[in-house]
């Protein structure tokens, strides 16, 4: 007995054709279903990356899946066993199986893919914004380079002319403009006026008012503003032919430091301003103003404003320099002036100092003569007013030196260590004899701890006393005059008439307070601060009946100053007296040793008033002044020989001349050639005579220098014959301690 068929019998026969067709068909799909895993294997492989590899070996197994189910389909359009059945069942049945896992997964994969697909998305706006970014960047960058290059070209001067024709040509060249111009405001401020254009080279030079709208609209903001092509300020270029006007944009530039500024009617203006630059691009073009180019036009803008703004300081700092340099050049020809002036002056005086001295010697030494012989009252009150009148012309003529050294700063003190005590009564004793004569009664008052030596200036200081104890005497008619001197203390130094006295005492000095207080005219209260002015006198009638030269007290003051103190007169009116008070700065002697100090006076010994024989040589080359320095030494009992000249001198001059006195003119004159000579021809010391210098020079660095190149004394014109007695006197001991020595 034969098994039973499990086949599946055909419910309808069989097409040849369809079957065919159906054959060839699961034979593809079998085919691409077997290839597809293939590509899906190689995909794998190379993305290494891909996320969803387990997905795709799923989706791989179903693809094979599906195509071993057509394969084995193959078997089945003809009668087929059981098996082929089996195989069949089983495929289709791992088919299932594996499709509906691969849905249920996809189910999971695709939001994830979704996700993805949303990721790169935003990945590709990023990207289009980073390329936005970068372009405005890049944007940014060339507009830099623009700026840095057209700051280069502007700040290249400091012209501001060339400046302001710099920036339009490089802005036009840099931004493709058919014209730039630049609207400068008037000197009045209300109008703008046409002053830098690109493409004119010379400007019409029209206006336009400052208060229009378009004018205003920039003007109140610092971008750069797009304005019509019609503005008033815009109308820079022929409309015909042209069918459509570029766009036009117009920016302010601050004007800074414009005061000294002008240009064609530029204001000369204080308050911040504005100038007013506009930019057109071509016309009959699409080109528009991008935000780049208007930044660019803003932040050049600013650089012209900063430039124009250092080139007004360097031209300010320029101009200041040249007229720096100008006034330097106008101070040191002044300088110069004022020196040939001084040295001019310095010669004048010289001059006339011993132009002016040399007949006042011959009035003193004759009028001193004239005195000395039997004179009748009428007569000798005559040759004494001859005498008196002289030697105030003579302490004129000092005080204008004087005056003159103090001004120029050449004057400058002798100090030295000297018996102020000896200095105080010695003034005494000049004074007195003066003051019997008008019956005036003078004491004097030193305190007890004022020291009896001090070192300083004791000529200028006997000067000053002299001077105010002199006008005391001079403006009292009867009463007394008292002279006082203590050591002023340090709290007692600042008076409030002299604000500008500051004393400054020290360990090694003092300061002195000397009061002269007399019972005279007095002076009025409007006349008090004229005392100290030179060649300026009071006013009343009996200051002016009492005579003087106006200068005493300027030099007082002068050498007072000299000796860092303070002088000023108190009164209370006219007829009520005058009180003299000043102070000086004295310094404490290094060691006292009377017998080591310098320039002590010493008078002479009583016998010394005649030199019967002493043979005595004159050397004078003006012979009014020779005459009476001969009458002087002749009355003495001297032996006098006149010359005229140097060569002279030394023909005559024997070892019997014991004294030679030489005129010195003038410093430089050939009288220290004739010394020097002198002292060759008598080399040995007993026969050298002491040769005396008779000059009119005041100056002490010209009477250094008359002792340093061999004169033995120096005697100041004018001389009387008092004078000459001491002179020769003071010689003839220095000789005698010479030769003892």
Same mark, same amino acid.
């Given at each position: ?567 000023? @007169?108190?009164?209370? &009116? =006219?007829?009520?007296? *005058? +009180?003299?008070?000043?102070? $000086?700065? /004295? %310094? ?30 004159? @050397?004078?080359?003006? &012979? =009014?002044?020779?005459? *009476? +320095?001969?009458?002087?030494? $002749?009355? /003495? %009992? ?35 050639? =004739? ?67």
């Amino acid at each position: 007995m034969m098994d039973p068929c499990n086949c599946v019998e055909p419910l309808w026969p069989p097409d040849d054709l369809l079957m065919k067709y159906q054959y060839i068909s699961d034979f593809f799909i079998a085919l691409a279903y077997f290839s597809i895993p293939l590509e899906l294997i190689y995909f794998v492989k190379k993305s290494a990356v891909f996320p969803y590899k387990w997905v795709l070996v799923q989706f791989g197994a179903f693809i094979v899946l599906c195509g071993a189910t057509h394969l084995i389909n193959l078997w089945t359009f003809n009668t087929h066993t059981r098996t082929v059945a089996l195989v069949m069942t089983t495929a289709k049945v791992l088919t299932a199986a594996v499709s509906c896992a691969t849905a249920l997964m996809l189910v999971h994969i695709i939001p994830d893919l979704l996700s993805v697909k949303t990721r790169e998305l935003f990945l590709k706006n990023k990207a289009a914004e980073l390329d936005r970014e970068m372009g405005i960047i890049r944007t940014q960058e060339e507009t830099g380079r623009h700026v840095r290059m057209l700051t280069h070209e502007i700040r290249s001067t400091l012209n501001r002319h060339t400046i302001l024709k710099t920036t339009l040509v490089e802005l036009g060249r840099t931004l493709g403009l058919e014209e730039c111009a630049l609207w400068m405001p008037t000197r009045s401020g209300l109008e703008l006026q046409l002053s830098y254009t690109l493409r004119h080279q010379n400007p019409v030079g029209f206006t336009v008012p400052i208060q229009s709208p378009a004018i205003n609209q920039v003007f109140s903001t610092n971008r750069a503003i797009k304005i019509s092509p019609n503005s008033p300020v815009a109308r820079l270029r022929p409309a015909s032919g042209k069918y459509m006007l570029g766009e036009v944009a117009a920016v302010r530039v601050p004007l800074l430091h414009l005061n000294n500024f002008q240009i064609y009617d530029w204001p000369e203006l204080s308050t911040k301003r504005y100038a007013l630059m506009v930019l057109m691009l071509p016309s009959d073009s699409a080109r528009q103003w991008h935000v780049h180019e208007l930044e660019l036009v803003e932040v050049v803008a600013d650089q012209v404003a900063v430039a124009l703004s250092h080139a007004a300081i360097l031209e300010e700092s320029m101009r200041a320099r040249d007229l720096l340099m100008e006034q330097n050049v106008a101070l040191d020809l002044a300088r110069r002036e004022a020196e040939t002036a001084v040295r001019a002056r310095n010669d004048f005086l010289a001059v006339m100092n011993h132009e002016m001295r040399t007949p006042m010697h011959a009035i003193i030494a004759l009028s001193s003569l004239l005195q000395e012989t039997d004179l009748t009252p009428e007569q000798r009150l005559m040759v004494e007013t001859i005498l008196k009148s002289s030697n105030l012309l003579a302490t004129l003529i000092n005080d204008v030196l004087d005056l003159s050294r103090l001004e120029d700063g050449s004057l400058e003190l002798d100090t030295a260590t000297f018996n102020l005590h000896a200095l105080f009564n010695e003034v005494l004793n000049l004074i007195r004899p003066v003051a019997s004569v008008k019956r005036l009664f003078v004491t004097l008052s030193l305190s007890s701890d004022l020291p009896e030596y001090a070192f300083g200036d004791e000529k200028r200081l006997m000067q000053i006393i002299l001077n105010i104890v002199g006008n005391a005497v001079k403006f009292s008619k009867e009463g007394s005059i008292s002279i006082s001197a203590i050591m002023a203390k340090p709290d007692s130094l600042r008076d409030p008439r002299s604000p500008d006295f500051f004393p400054i005492p020290g360990d090694n000095s003092f300061y002195m307070r000397v009061q002269v207080k007399d019972t005279g005219i007095g002076i009025s209260q409007q006349d008090l601060p004229k005392l100290f002015t030179k060649f300026a006198e009071s006013q009343s009638s009996a200051s002016r009946n009492s005579g003087g030269s106006g200068l005493g007290l300027a030099i007082c003051k002068r050498f007072v100053n000299l000796m860092e103190g303070n002088i000023w @007169i108190e009164s209370e &009116g =006219v007829g009520k007296g *005058a +009180t003299a008070i000043f102070y $000086v700065k /004295l %310094g404490f002697p290094a060691r006292v040793n009377e017998s080591r100090l310098p320039h002590m006076r010493s008078p002479p010994k009583q016998g010394q008033t005649s030199f019967t024989g002493l043979k005595v040589l004159v @050397i004078d080359d003006n &012979g =009014v002044s020779r005459t *009476a +320095t001969k009458g002087l030494l $002749v009355h /003495l %009992g001297c032996d006098v020989t006149t010359v005229s000249s140097g060569e002279e001198c030394l023909q005559v001059i024997t070892k019997e001349h014991k004294v030679v006195f030489m005129d010195v003119s003038l410093p430089g004159s050939d009288s220290y050639n =004739v010394a020097r000579l002198v002292h060759e021809k008598f080399p040995k010391r007993r026969e050298k005579p002491l040769i005396v210098a008779l000059t009119g020079n005041t100056d002490k660095a010209a009477k250094e220098s008359l002792l340093r190149v061999g004169m033995d004394g120096v005697v100041l014109k004018p001389i009387s014959v008092e004078k000459m007695r001491v002179a020769l006197a003071e010689l003839l001991e220095h000789k005698k301690v010479l030769h003892e020595a």
